[in-house]
Every structure is written in structure tokens, then in C-alpha cells.
């Protein structure tokens, strides 16, 4: 692809382009990548928060969720709870073939689901309708599966899809028992890849975690981002609620 779209910085080579540049993940248009340190630990809450955040400081937003698994047929549709959520979210109306460029039935690992159905998931159609979304809007909140190295096939994983859209990261910790472990590691991955740890959310996802508060503590002390916010554990969790405790502004651009 030799052409631009502001927001979006172009890469030559294959499907996977190991690295990018510190310098490459500070982006025109304003957008970010929400990964976590494992699948279940509110990436589409935080995303769907960001979503109504930027929302209400005038921009125009727009969440996308290139991979998907485990999802609902609906006449000749495949449609996914957390897709649905993000395009509830946002203030921008956009074809759910640009949000969700892939989607899969069953509740597996993608490329697993992938290769199930006979598809391969390529970086680059993904990276188009993320250029497609940029053009529609201020804000694209790219919600990523499972955590941060999660094959979407044999020869890339999610971290290749993070450098290949070059946004910085915005990291969902969900507190619980192996956290910090688990954080310590994917923000060191995601510096390795030369992008951008933007900030850091706390998620109380076990509401019964003890020492949540020195687990937290620990964290700010070895993490370089900042703590964007602490979201309390919640049955059901409000994403219009958690945008209120999200500042935007403190994210690392």
C-alpha cells in the first residue's frame, strides 16, 4: 500500500513486521490498542469506557475488534457479544465488516478457529479497514483476543497485529492472584516490540483478591506508564460509569 491515511503509517513487507519504532506509534489521527494480561479481564469494558470518554470530549469514536471468537450465527451474520458492545459504545456509525473484519463461531483459540473454518487472518486486510475506520473518525479504540501473544495464525500473533497498526497500548491488568507476573511480562513485550505502553488499568476482576492495594502499589513502582484508573469489581459492569473515571488526557500519546 503506498498511499497514507492520516492516522496510519504504512509498512512495507509481509504479513508480520516484527518491530516498530518507538517513534512509529505516535500516530496523526489519536487511537489506541487495548490488550490485557489475559482473556477475561474486561479488555472490552475498558475499550467500550475509552469509546464513551472520548465520546463525550467531542471527538468522534469508533471502536473495532479485528478478531473475534465465539460468536452467535444470526441469519447470514456471525455476530459477537464484545463487537456488539463496541459499536454500541462508539458515536460512529460503520459496516460491521470494518469493526470486525473476522469472526468465528466457536469459543477457541482464533487461529484455531481459523483454520476450522478455512480462512486465513491477514494483517494487512486488517490494517486496510482500520484505515477505512480512521477516515470516519477521530478515535479508533482497537480492542485486541486474548492477551497480547495470541496466535492469529501460523506465522502471526496479536503482537504482530499491535506493530503492524503501530497505536500505542493501552494494557488492561485484571487484578488477581498471578497479575503481577502476568503484567510484568506483556508490558515487557510490548516494549520489545518498540511500541508505546500508553497507560495501565487496574481491573478488580476478583473481587476477594487479597492485598489488592500492594499488588497495585507494586505494579506503579515497576511499571514506567501510568495508572490510568482503578475500576472496582462490578456484576455488571457499566462502561458509560467506568468512562467517568478515565482521563484521557493522561494517556502517553
Not at 471502536?63 to 473475534?68: C, E, I, L, Y
Not at 473454518?117 to 482500520?130: D, N, R, T
Not at 483476543?145 to 494494557?171: E, H, K, N, Q
Not at 476482576?205 to 482503578?230: K, S, T
Amino acid at each position: 500500500m503506498s498511499r497514507q491515511t492520516p492516522g496510519y503509517r504504512a509498512h512495507t513487507g509481509a504479513n508480520k513486521p516484527k518491530t516498530a519504532s518507538r517513534r512509529s506509534s505516535v500516530v496523526s489521527r489519536p487511537g489506541f490498542f487495548v490488550t490485557g494480561t489475559d482473556t477475561g479481564v474486561g479488555k472490552t469494558l475498558i475499550a467500550c469506557a475509552l469509546l464513551h470518554a472520548f465520546a463525550a470530549r467531542g471527538h468522534r469514536a469508533v471502536g473495532m475488534k479485528p478478531v473475534a471468537s465465539g460468536a452467535e450465527r444470526r441469519g447470514h451474520e456471525l455476530v459477537n457479544d464484545d463487537v456488539e458492545q463496541l459499536m454500541a459504545a462508539g458515536n460512529v456509525t460503520a459496516p460491521r465488516s470494518l469493526v470486525n473484519p473476522y469472526c468465528f463461531e466457536p469459543a477457541i483459540a482464533p487461529h484455531l478457529a481459523a483454520e476450522r473454518a478455512g480462512v486465513k487472518i491477514v494483517l494487512e486486510h486488517v490494517e486496510e479497514s482500520w484505515c477505512e475506520l480512521a477516515a470516519r473518525a477521530d478515535v479508533v479504540i482497537v480492542e485486541g483476543v486474548g492477551g497480547f501473544r495470541v496466535p492469529l495464525g501460523a506465522d502471526a500473533d496479536t503482537a504482530d497485529l499491535a506493530a503492524r497498526l503501530a497505536l500505542p497500548i493501552v494494557l488492561v491488568v485484571g487484578l488477581r492472584l498471578g497479575c503481577l507476573n502476568h503484567a510484568l511480562l506483556t508490558a515487557d513485550a510490548i516494549t520489545a516490540r518498540g511500541l508505546t505502553l500508553a497507560g495501565w488499568i487496574a481491573n478488580h476482576v476478583d473481587p476477594g483478591m487479597d492485598a489488592a492495594d500492594e499488588n497495585v502499589r507494586a505494579l506503579q513502582r515497576r511499571i514506567e506508564a501510568p495508572l490510568i484508573a482503578r475500576v472496582a469489581h462490578a456484576t455488571v459492569p457499566q462502561p458509560a460509569a467506568v468512562a467517568a473515571l478515565l482521563d484521557t488526557r493522561r494517556l502517553v500519546p
